[in-house]
Nanobody, 124 residues
Framework: VQLQASGGGLVQAGGSLRLSCLAS????????MGWFRQAPGKEREFVAT???????YYADSVKGRFTISRDNARNTVYLQMNSLKPEDTAVYYC???????????????????WGQGTQVTVSS
């Protein structure tokens, strides 16, 4: 599986961005698709996951502001980010895995496939 993330950019606080992650492969719909982010000097952290084809989960820091969705016909997962804050500034990565269990979805080290990252910068 190859992942290609896009959609990052510079936005003012309170603004919105939509990230996209295009995946290769014929079994996309069965994969758990996640978004993680990494700010300078910090560890990569969980943002949101679409668990297989059944449910969405969010970090507390983005709940109510970010929405993850997927279009299986287009092999694409999206992250709609609203009400952005300067602390959302980071490189955002999409990730995929076919065998994660629900209790492991926040653990970056367990995802097998990663995209190249897209920079999101939120100015105050």
């Amino acid at each position: 599986v190859q992942l290609q993330a896009s959609g990052g950019g510079l936005v003012q606080a309170g603004g919105s961005l939509r990230l996209s992650c295009l995946a290769s492969g014929r079994t996309f719909s069965s994969y758990t698709m996640g978004w993680f982010r990494q700010a300078p000097g910090k560890e990569r952290e969980f943002v949101a996951t679409f668990f297989r084809n059944s449910g969405t989960y969010y970090a507390d820091s983005v709940k109510g502001r970010f929405t993850i969705s997927r279009d299986n016909a287009r092999n694409t997962v999206y992250l709609q980010m609203n009400s952005l804050k300067p602390e959302d500034t980071a490189v955002y990565y999409c990730a995929a895995d076919s065998s994660l269990i629900l209790t492991s979805i926040t653990r970056a080290g367990l995802y097998d496939y990663w995209g190249q990252g897209t920079q999101v910068t939120v100015s105050s």
